[in-house]
């Protein structure tokens, strides 16, 4: 959790010990939109590592 913390980190997305996310009902669809494109982001840059 500490690198995907780091990962939704740079792409300004702030989370609570890495893992835990909050939203606001005052977020337009904008604001939404702009979350789930930095999400697609920090997924295609995160990288699975195999034991």
Known sequence: MTHMGAAYMAEGLVTLA??????SAAYTEADIDD???R???VFANVAVKEN
């Open 18 to 23: 890495g893992s835990r996310l909050y939203t």
């Open 35 to 37: 979350a789930i494109a």
């Open 39 to 41: 999400f697609d982001r």
